[in-house]
């Protein structure tokens, strides 16, 4: 019988795959072979911007078929002049019957008289225009302004990611249906094109004065997200060469504004190549690459082959920026070179594994910038970073997993979150750990030859980093990191792991289950967890390949620790956090662990490790897991802490508390706050001190926060310390007498204390200035203002603004403002009564950050019924509004059941 049935599945499974009436995928009766694109660009001023063209696509027949799917969108195809043609040896009537377009799944199909034959390959030819459009995808339009001239350039880009090439030309637009494509580009001589590989040739348009046509060198097999092009008349430097294989030629290109900025950039891109070339052992197969600064990107930047596109403001380095605006611009460098490897040369077969080519890519991007740049400190910086977002945002139920089921292009662009990134990072991180680094290397060299200039799904990963380990240590062999690695992969959330030690047997009991901050129901979730144990005696923290495994599923483990466990002396799981999950264990190893940290000798222990047990013990403490009074113990060794990372763990989760407190308990909550923040301040150099500027980014990193949060808590020396420099405000915006790093926090602490002089002049330079670094720092100081009519002017400017930007700066505003509650309620009341318009003019992301703002965090009290009515109808706000109700809840939870037995044991020290 079951045979049977696997015989009409098969009979059945043709005719299931080719329909698609019910999917946005292409059926997969054809694999593209080679594009030829000819692509004519106008750009005669603001009013005839546009292109025009035609696509020749040889294809081969892979299941018959009467019908030819391919993806356009918003393009004007000359239907009339579409042609098929068979291959040489081919015959049939190839004529188009009918010809229907499906634009909510933004697909074309051509209906035929006859149908295609099995293994033939055959060339499609399809005339197409269309404007040039405003939105930073598809072939869109950008433009400057010459400040020596006061006079207005235009020019064209792509943007094809992850969607978007369908908007440009007709074409197979899927990650996994990598063709060869040779470019042609059409344009006036005033301009130089570029595309993804050199120019061969170019001759005269055969009609247009003063037009070319440059054809490029073919294009090796890639997916048509990476395929790139621009028209512009934009300024280059010398060409520098990289020390790769090929010997990579770099050019950079850029508004003349800009030129002054970029010498960073441009010299680092090379090293950049270079170094992660030889890393990966697989030589970058192209011999140039051109980096594009545009005045404007859909992103802030773009890992196309041999074309690697930068919003300006991400590729300039300003002399008046922060040095974390600096790391974060080099940081996105080393991440898009990255992609040259992950996501270019191996491609994903489909959207729903983007964390196999973003999470890679972040992860060697920091390690890059480790190699390159050591004084930066920027790997375990990013590391902890990530560690802190994730613990924090995948504790909630509006988590997702990072490999998930996407469709249709809006869900694909979403799963373009920040969460993927993060957690995919780690993700990398965690088999690194685990693997070692030989093991780990042997399988990623082995996973990009293997399947270079094809596509993967995550189990092609798994299989190269299986038969690495099974190379190394066969010994381990019965271990299958498929199996372990997608219940970390395909699952949403992370494990609480429960240790209590039995200290006369010396042996432990573990348990796992999900950990959420408020319980609201039973899950069944379980993870493949490696079990690694450091002990007082033997701080073996660089070890952190598993020594068991507790598995899943699994009721719980008994396991003996090694003779040199001492039940006088704690043990420690998960040396350095390679690994993603919590740790509870007995009040006993607690108390023993928070005895180490209160001693010269609390920095044996790792410092992501100090940061996570604060982090761990802190939302314990919670969830009702642990005490306060426990928590509040092992806070007591901060004032020994030297290092950032455990500083700005334990402050983030103590803020994410207080802003839900009110009335008397804020009031004690923000002494404490003052009393603990102090010392730290006390080691911060004074502002005028040179000091301050020379020190290593860790350092610079250290004292941001110490003046941010002193003066958040009204430490006094703090406040006094920045208002000094405000006798007079002009003179201070000229002089710039503040160090940069620390000037975005003097402007904000003199504006909360009501300088309104300084909040209109930052207003009026915030108007007459281009410069982003500037604007998003200003942005967020103004948002610290406790005057609501003196900051809604300034809310009204930018919603009303229709550059993009604008409504990034509003939500930094926001945010700030809503972090010190001086207005909140009004704050609240101001975003719901716009909520039309920041639906229609926000992304999907900025709306979710205001709604879980002004509803999960208790902002307004508004019912559940009420918010969806006032909601109703605005698509964006709707899709976000039930996970900022959820988040809601799980606050108004810790409020009820745990608010009291928070403030009562931080009481103790105030």
């Known amino acids: 019988m079951q045979q ?33 694109l000819r692509i004519l660009t106008r750009l005669n001023g603001a009013h005839n911007l546009s292109f025009e063209g035609y696509v020749k696509i040889d294809f081969k027949v892979l299941h018959r078929t009467r019908a030819i799917t391919l993806h356009a969108k918003e393009l004007t195809l000359d239907e009339a002049h579409i042609t098929l043609s068979p291959s040489p040896n081919g015959s049939g009537s190839y004529s188009i019957s009918r010809i229907e377009r499906n634009n909510t799944r933004e697909l074309y199909t051509m209906h035929l008289a006859g149908e295609l034959q099995i293994d033939e390959q055959y060339t499609l030819s399809i005339p197409f225009s269309a404007p040039l459009n405003a939105n930073n995808v598809g072939y869109y339009s950008s433009s400057f302004s010459d400040a020596r001239t006061n006079q207005t350039h235009y020019l064209a880009a792509t943007q094809f990611s992850p969607t978007f090439a369908r908007l440009a030309f007709p074409c197979f637009d899927e990650p996994h249906l990598r063709a060869t494509f040779r470019i042609t580009l059409g344009y006036h001589k005033n301009y130089t094109g570029l595309s ?94 051109d980096q594009l600064a545009l005045p404007t990107h859909k992103f802030s930047a773009m890992e196309n082959w041999g074309l690697v596109t930068f919003k300006e403001t991400r590729f300039a380095h300003y002399a008046e920026e922060t040095t974390q605006n600096k790391e974060s611009k080099a940081r996105t460098m080393a991440h898009e070179y990255a992609h040259q490897w992950f996501g270019n040369l191996v491609a994903l077969n489909w959207w729903n594994d983007l964390w196999l080519k973003e999470g890679p890519s972040t992860y060697f991007g920091y390690l890059t910038l480790d190699a390159l740049m050591p004084e930066w400190g920027s790997l375990q910086r990013g590391i902890a970073n990530d560690l802190d977002t994730f613990f924090y945002k995948d504790m909630f139920n509006d988590t997702i997993a990072i490999s998930q089921d996407v469709q249709d292009a809006n869900s694909i662009l979403n799963q373009f979150s920040s969460h993927v990134y993060e957690k995919g990072s780690l993700t990398m991180r965690m088999l690194h750990k685990l693997l070692g680094d030989e093991v780990f290397y042997i399988g990623i060299r082995s996973y990009l030859k293997r399947h270079a200039y094809g596509s993967v799904k995550q189990a092609d990963l798994w299989q190269a980093l299986q038969e690495a380990a099974d190379l190394k240590s066969p010994s381990a062999s019965d271990i299958r990191w498929a199996t372990v690695m997608d219940s970390w992969t395909l699952q949403k959330g992370y494990p609480l792991l429960t240790v209590l030690r039995n200290y006369s047997s010396n042996t432990v009991w573990l348990n796992q ?24 005696r033997q701080l073996n923290f660089n070890e952190t390949q598993p020594q068991s495994w507790l598995e899943c599923p699994s009721s719980g483990k008994t396991l003996r620790l090694t003779n040199d466990s001492s039940p006088k002396e704690w043990i420690m799981l998960n040396p350095q956090v390679n ?37 761990d013990l802190l939302m314990l403490s919670s969830n009702r897991e642990q005490s306060y009074d426990l928590a509040f113990a092992m806070l007591e060794y901060l004032p020994r802490e030297s290092e950032p990372l455990p500083w700005n763990r334990v402050l983030g989760v103590l803020n994410n508390r207080g802003v839900l407190l009110r009335g008397e308990q804020e009031r004690i909550f923000r002494i404490f706050m003052r009393k603990l923040v102090t010392p730290l301040f006390v080691r911060a ?97 103004l948002g610290c203002s406790r005057d609501f009519g003196q900051l809604k002017p300034f809310l009204d400017y930018l919603m009303q603004a229709t550059d993009k930007l604008a409504y990034d700066y509003y939500v930094q505003t926001v945010t700030s403002a809503l972090e010190r509650k001086h207005i909140a309620t009004q704050i609240a009341d101001y975003i719901l009564q716009h909520a039309k318009a920041i639906n229609s003019k926000f992304s999907l992301k900025q709306i979710q950050i205001l709604l879980n703002k002004i509803i999960g965090d208790l902002i307004t009290e508004l019912e559940d019924n009420q918010l969806r009515q006032q909601l109703r109808g605005l698509d964006k706000c709707e899709a976000q509004l039930q996970a900022a109700l959820d988040r809601r809840d799980t606050n108004r939870y810790w409020l009820t059941e745990r608010a009291e037995h928070f403030i009562k044991a931080l009481t103790k020290y105030t």
């Open 4 to 36: 049977l049935v696997r015989y009409f599945v098969s009979l059945l499974l043709p005719a299931l795959v080719l329909s698609h009436d019910n999917s946005y995928r292409l059926p997969n009766a054809l694999k593209p072979l080679h594009y030829d």
């Open 196 to 289: 993804n590989t050199p120019v061969s040739k170019c001759v005269d348009h055969e009609t247009l004065e003063h037009y070319v046509w440059c054809e490029h060198e073919p294009l090796l097999s890639t997916s048509t997200y990476l395929v790139a092009y621009a028209v512009h008349n934009l300024t280059s430097v010398p060409v520098l060469q990289s020390e790769t294989h090929n010997n990579v030629s770099f050019r950079s290109w850029m508004p003349p504004n800009a030129l002054k900025d970029s010498s960073f950039s441009v010299h680092f891109a090379p090293k950049v190549l270079s170094y992660l070339e030889k890393l990966f052992q697989f030589a970058f197969p192209l011999g140039k690459v």
């Open 513 to 536: 289950t999900r950990f959420k901050l408020a319980a609201d129901s039973v899950e069944h979730s379980c993870w493949w967890i490696p079990l690694t144990f450091v002990n007082q």
């Open 579 to 615: 690994s993603l999950f919590r740790v509870n264990y007995d009040e006993r190893n607690w108390r023993m662990i928070i005895k180490t940290l209160n001693s010269d000798q609390y920095d044996s222990i790792h410092i992501l490790n100090r940061a996570q047990l604060l982090d």
């Open 685 to 781: 150099p004074q502002l005028s001190s040179v000091e301050l500027i020379t020190k290593s980014s860790p350092l610079i990193a250290l004292y941001r926060l110490a003046y941010r949060e002193s003066c958040r808590y009204d430490v006094a020396e703090c406040i006094s310390r920045a208002d000094r420099f405000r006798h007079d405000d002009e003179l201070y915006l000229r002089s710039m007498q503040v160090p940069v790093d620390y000037r975005g926090i003097v402007d904000c602490t003199n504006i909360e204390q009501g300088n309104n002089k300084l909040f209109q002049s930052i207003f009026e330079q915030f108007q007459n200035t281009n410069d982003d670094p500037k604007k998003s720092a200003w942005a967020t100081a």
